[in-house]
Each structure stands twice: as structure tokens, then as C-alpha cells.
């Protein structure tokens, strides 16, 4: 009984730490926003020098490259995760049969998010970090075909 209860325990801090990387992916762009908005002054400084479109295109890509190293490695992270649940859930007595299989397929799902779709969604946005705004290429709707699936695959866990 307490093996359940331990995987219970990591599934619902797997579940936080989820919703908290939602949160810091959606506050790392909008923060490119608000340093636009206001600066300090030695920001205002260099935005002045590149220009703000240019700036914040650069700013832009270099929150989009930090939130693809967090969310590659939330998803090596999230690897772990499924695999301690797994053999928690394993080792514990009774067995239950329905939890060892809905794991397994959550640790499936993970790997094809890892090693399939991630590695899409990296390409195809490192093709848009520097396009304009607002503009729709095959790309950006390839990207966000991909990006919908991840959601998705992360709602279903």
C-alpha cells in the first residue's frame, strides 16, 4: 500500500512541476514584452542601438532557446519520473495491473514526445525565431501542429 501511495505522491508532484514549466515558458516571452515596454537604462541603451524590433527578435530567440533546453530537459526529467513510477507501482503488493500498464504507456507517450515530436518542434522553431511576427509559413503551421500534439501528449499524462 505505501508503494501506491509513494507513486501517487510523484505523479502529483510530476503534475506541478508541469504546470509550473507551462508557466515559466508563457512568463519568458511575455518578459520580452515588458523589457520592451520598460527597460532599465542601460537596456534602453542597447534597444536604442539595435533597434526594438531588432531587440526584441533577439530577445525573443533567446527565450526561445532557453525554453527549449528547460523543456528538453524537463522531458529527460519526466523520463525519470515515469520510470521510478513504473517500478514502484511494480514492486508494490497487491499488484494492480491497470497502474502498471497506464504507466507504461505514459513512459511510451513520453519517449515518442522526447525523441519524435520534440526534435520537430526544435527545428521548425529555430526556422521561426527570427521571422516577423503575425506572418503564417508552411513552418510555423507545421510547428504548431507538432506543439498542439506535445500539449496534448502532456494533458493526457
Not at 505522491?9 to 507551462?22: H, S
Amino acid at each position: 500500500m505505501h508503494n501506491r501511495r509513494f507513486a501517487s505522491l510523484l505523479l502529483g508532484g510530476w503534475m506541478g512541476c508541469t504546470l509550473f514549466m507551462w508557466m515559466v515558458a508563457i512568463q519568458n516571452f511575455s518578459s520580452v514584452t515588458r523589457v520592451i515596454a520598460a527597460p532599465s537604462p542601460k537596456a534602453a541603451e542597447i534597444i536604442q542601438t539595435l533597434g526594438e524590433e531588432k531587440a526584441g527578435g533577439f530577445l525573443r530567440y533567446q527565450s526561445s532557446e532557453q525554453n527549449r533546453w528547460f523543456f528538453e530537459t524537463w522531458e529527460y526529467m519526466q523520463l525519470v519520473f515515469s520510470i521510478i513510477v513504473f517500478l514502484t507501482l511494480v514492486f508494490a503488493r497487491p499488484r494492480v495491473m491497470a497502474a502498471i500498464i497506464i504507466s507504461s504507456l505514459i513512459m511510451a507517450c513520453l519517449l515518442t514526445e522526447r525523441f519524435l515530436l520534440t526534435p520537430q518542434i526544435t527545428t521548425l522553431g529555430r526556422t521561426m525565431d527570427f521571422m516577423k511576427e503575425g506572418v503564417e509559413t508552411a513552418e510555423s503551421a507545421r510547428f504548431w501542429i507538432y506543439h498542439q500534439s506535445l500539449l496534448q501528449n502532456q494533458l493526457k499524462q
